[in-house]
């Protein structure tokens, strides 16, 4: 099933906001690298959203979703950034506040960020890296696999298992095209990670779990099901039933979640058919679960973080 693109509801227009900033992740007790967010766009193309995507929350207003179109400054901004030394990371994900691909059939910006960091990271040995996180298959991932690969850019496909993919993720490409789009990437030299996430209850993933582990990523992430305050009453009741909601935290941030057991257990056989092959960890986490499943947390690597060093363990975040 190839994705469901919605370019009228997008708006096209120039952007006057900083396209690279620092990002502290929230909440601060979960681990959770801090990364420059590229916004290159707000919302998704798209469409439906998934059903538990966290730009429903009416923070985002995602109403109205739009992709810049001043692309030369968004462009010169990021060559400016890859210059920087001395950065408290070198990620710049370009999938925080949007599909990082699913603009690209109407506002291609790709093709120049693939050969910019060709040519001022990976040529000049710099860590400055691009981080791209898609829901897209075979046919969003043209840009790339149409170019030679960049060591400076890593590809992460977000999956689902297939049942709950055509349950929840109803615009988003099929599972077996986002897994396609990422073997084809990878035999053609690209680095490619994978997310399942959000793992939802009810549902088996040691089918998805074996696919992925088939492929050998050079790292794959495992999340749950959560919802922040804003996203929560979005929820459909039968998503939203089985959370525990976040607890009142004198100005923080919390997340509703599954109970920590059930968490454990959702993540276990995951985790045991895919740690064997590739690096393994979680996607907004809590300590005590990285500890329940023996990851070592102050040292096991995610998807939002390029290398090994980058992220001095698990420190909260300011709020």
Not at 72 to 75: A, G, P
Not at 134 to 137: E, F, I, L, P, V
Not at 213 to 221: D, G, K, Q, S, Y
Not at 245 to 249: D, E, G, T
């Given at each position: 099933?190839?994705?469901?693109k919605?370019?009228?509801?997008?708006?096209?227009?120039?952007?006057?906001?900083?396209?690279?900033?620092?990002?502290?992740?929230?909440?601060v007790e979960?681990?959770?690298?801090?990364?420059?967010?590229?916004?290159?766009?707000?919302?998704?193309?798209f469409?439906?959203?998934?059903s538990y995507?966290?730009l429903?929350?009416?923070?985002?207003?995602?109403?109205?979703s739009?992709?810049?179109?001043?692309t030369?400054?968004?462009?010169a901004e990021v060559r400016?950034?890859i210059?920087?030394?001395?950065?408290?990371?070198?990620?710049?994900?370009?999938?925080?506040?949007s599909?990082?691909l699913?603009f690209?059939?109407f506002?291609p910006?790709m093709?120049?960020?693939?050969e910019?960091f060709?040519?001022?990271?990976?040529?000049?040995?710099?860590?400055h890296?691009?981080?791209?996180v898609?829901?897209?298959?075979i046919?969003?991932c043209?840009?790339?696999?149409?170019r030679a690969p960049c060591?400076?850019i890593?590809v992460?496909?977000?999956?689902?298992c297939?049942?709950?993919?055509v349950d929840?993720?109803?615009?988003?490409?099929?599972?077996?095209?986002?897994?396609a789009?990422?073997?084809e990437?990878?035999?053609g030299g690209w680095?490619i990670?994978?997310?399942?996430?959000?793992m939802?209850?009810?549902?088996?993933y040691?089918?998805?779990a074996?696919?992925v582990?088939?492929?050998?990523?050079?790292?794959?992430?495992l999340g749950?099901?959560?919802?922040?305050p804003?996203?929560y009453p979005?929820?459909s009741?039968e998503?939203?039933?089985?959370l525990v909601?976040?607890?009142?935290?004198k100005?923080?941030?919390a997340?509703?979640r599954y109970?920590f057991e059930?968490?454990?257990?959702?993540?276990?056989r995951?985790?045991?058919?895919?740690r064997?092959v590739?690096?393994?960890g979680?996607?907004?986490?809590?300590?005590d679960?990285w500890?329940?499943?023996g990851?070592?947390?102050?040292?096991t690597?995610?998807n939002?973080?390029?290398?090994?060093?980058?992220?001095?363990?698990?420190?909260?975040?300011k709020?």
């Open positions: 099933m190839s994705a469901i919605n370019e009228s509801a997008v708006a096209l227009e120039e952007s006057d906001r900083p396209f690279v900033e620092l990002l502290r992740t929230t909440p979960t681990i959770c690298p801090n990364f420059f967010a590229l916004d290159h766009a707000r919302g998704c193309g469409a439906p959203l998934c995507c966290y429903k929350d009416p923070y985002y207003d995602n109403a109205r739009s992709a810049a179109t001043n030369e400054t968004l462009l400016e950034w210059a920087k030394d001395n950065l408290e990371t070198y990620v710049a994900n370009a999938g925080n506040l599909d990082s699913s690209e059939s506002r910006v093709g120049g960020l693939i910019l060709r040519i001022e990271a990976e040529a000049k040995g710099r860590p890296t691009l981080l791209l898609t829901k897209g298959g046919e969003e043209a840009p790339l696999l149409e060591r400076n890593i992460s496909f977000s999956v689902n297939r049942e709950a993919q929840y993720e109803k615009g988003a490409a099929s599972t077996d095209s986002r897994l789009a990422a073997s990437l990878k035999k680095r990670r994978i997310r399942i996430d959000p939802i209850l009810g549902y088996d040691a089918e998805i074996r696919d582990a088939r492929l050998v990523p050079e790292r794959v992430t749950a099901l959560r919802a922040d804003g996203l979005c929820l009741p998503l939203r039933k089985p909601p976040a607890p009142a935290m100005g923080k941030y997340l509703a109970p059930t968490r454990v257990e959702l993540y276990r995951a985790a045991d058919i895919i064997p590739c690096s393994l979680l996607c907004e986490e809590t300590p679960v500890k329940a499943l990851f070592d947390w102050q040292h690597r995610c939002c973080e390029a290398y090994p060093g980058h992220h001095p363990g698990f420190v909260p975040k709020t």
